[in-house]
C-alpha cells in the first residue's frame, strides 16, 4: 500500500518558527508516516511541500534580496530529498485601507487537486495532511469517497478548524519535543533566518510587521489562507500565477 504526504508548508514554518526549531527535513516523513507503519506496510508514493517564493520589488531591497537567497537554498534543500516534490505558488501584494500586507494564492487549490487526483486514480490508500484550514475540507471529503484514508496532522487546537478535525479519519496534534529537529535556544543571525524571514514576513515597507500571510498561519486560521506552491515531483520550479 502507498501513502503521499500533503504539507502547507507555511502553516508547518509557522510553528517551526513559534517553537525555535531547526527541522530535519530528511526525517520527516519517516516521522508523519511512523504511526500508520505500526499497522500496514507503507510505501511513500511522495511528499509534497506547498510554498511560496518572497515578494520582490520591481528594483529589490537588499533585505528582499538576502530573502529571495535564503528561499532558493531552502529549495535546494527540499528538492534534493528523495521522492520529495515543492509545488510553489506566487505571493501576492495586498491592501486593506493603509495596510499593506501579502497573501499566498492557491495553495489551497492546488493542494486539493493533488490529493483528489492521486487518490482517485488509486496511486495511493493514505493521505498525510499538515495543515489547518477549512478550504481543504471538500478535498478531504473527495478522498474519502475515492476509497482512501486521511490522518490529519496540526500544530496546536487554535490553528486547526474544527470541522476539518471532525472530517479527518485519523487526527495527530505534532508534539514538538518529538518533531525530527533541534531546538535552537539562542538562534543566531542566519540560524532561523527562513523561518523568521520567510517567504513574506515583513512588508514591502520595511516595517519589519509580519505579513498577512504570516499572521494568518500562526493565529487567525478561520480566515481563508491562500499559500505555496508549484515545484513539482521531478523538482523542477513551476511557479502558478
Not at 498561519?217 to 481563508?224: A, N, T
Request: charged share 30%; net charge positive.
Amino acid at each position: 500500500m502507498r501513502a503521499a504526504i500533503f504539507i502547507d508548508g507555511a502553516y508547518l514554518l509557522s510553528f517551526l518558527k513559534k517553537n525555535n526549531i531547526e527541522p530535519k527535513y530528511d526525517e520527516l516523513s519517516d516521522y508523519l508516516l511512523k504511526p500508520l507503519r505500526k499497522s500496514v506496510p507503507l510505501d511513500l508514493l511522495r511528499c509534497y511541500f506547498y510554498y511560496c517564493a518572497p515578494w520582490m520589488s520591481p528594483e529589490p531591497t537588499d533585505s528582499e534580496k538576502r530573502r529571495m537567497e535564503e528561499h532558493d537554498a531552502f529549495m535546494d534543500e527540499i528538492t534534493s530529498l528523495p521522492r520529495w516534490g515543492v509545488r510553489l505558488v506566487k505571493l501576492h501584494r495586498r491592501r486593506d485601507g493603509n495596510r499593506e500586507y501579502f497573501e499566498q494564492k492557491r495553495v489551497d487549490v492546488l493542494l486539493s487537486v493533488d490529493m483528489v487526483r492521486h487518490s482517485a486514480a488509486g496511486h495511493i490508500q493514505h493521505v498525510i495532511v499538515v495543515a489547518g484550514d477549512s478550504d481543504f475540507i471538500p478535498a478531504i471529503e473527495a478522498t474519502k469517497e475515492s476509497g482512501a484514508t486521511v490522518s490529519l496532522w496540526y500544530g496546536d487546537e487554535n490553528t486547526i478548524h474544527k470541522d476539518l478535525l471532525a472530517l479527518a479519519d485519523i487526527t495527530h496534534k505534532i508534539d514538538w519535543k518529538k518533531f525530527p529537529g533541534k531546538k535552537i535556544k539562542d538562534a543566531k543571525p542566519g540560524i532561523l533566518s527562513r523561518l523568521r524571514s520567510g517567504s513574506a514576513s515583513v512588508s514591502s515597507s520595511g516595517s519589519g510587521q509580519p505579513s498577512g500571510s504570516d499572521q494568518r498561519s500562526g493565529r487567525d486560521h478561520r480566515r481563508r489562507r491562500r499559500r505555496p506552491s508549484n515545484r513539482n515531483s521531478s523538482g523542477n520550479s513551476q511557479p502558478v500565477s
